[in-house]
């Protein structure tokens, strides 16, 4: 079964297309200067996904399937009131892109 985010998480414009499609940058959006508060908030965005890639590392053995490590730290990251950044993105169906040789984990949100 896919990971249920629940509706009170703050969602990315993709998160709810039907194709998993981002809406379109206006032009004032590239190239943006950032607040300071931004900047606190990527930083804080940044923290969570490093979090997030240790936990992904310490749960990737032997024996545990690459289903089980996507999940737990999908629950991870919605537990700390963010959206598992790959779901539904152009229709992904997983919070992290995993893989079972050298390259372990990698897109964790």
Known sequence: PHIQVPASIPRPSYADHPDGHPRPLSPDEYA????????????????????????ACSLAVEGVTTDEVDRKVAEFVIS?????????????????????????????P
């Open 32 to 55: 943006q200067c950032k607040t300071p508060q931004q900047i606190e908030q990527m930083r804080s965005a940044c923290s969570l996904a490093a979090e997030a890639l240790q936990l």
């Open 80 to 108: 700390r009131n963010a959206y598992p950044v790959g779901i539904n993105y152009l229709g992904f169906p997983r919070g992290l892109c995993a893989s079972v040789n050298e390259v372990a984990v990698h897109g964790v």
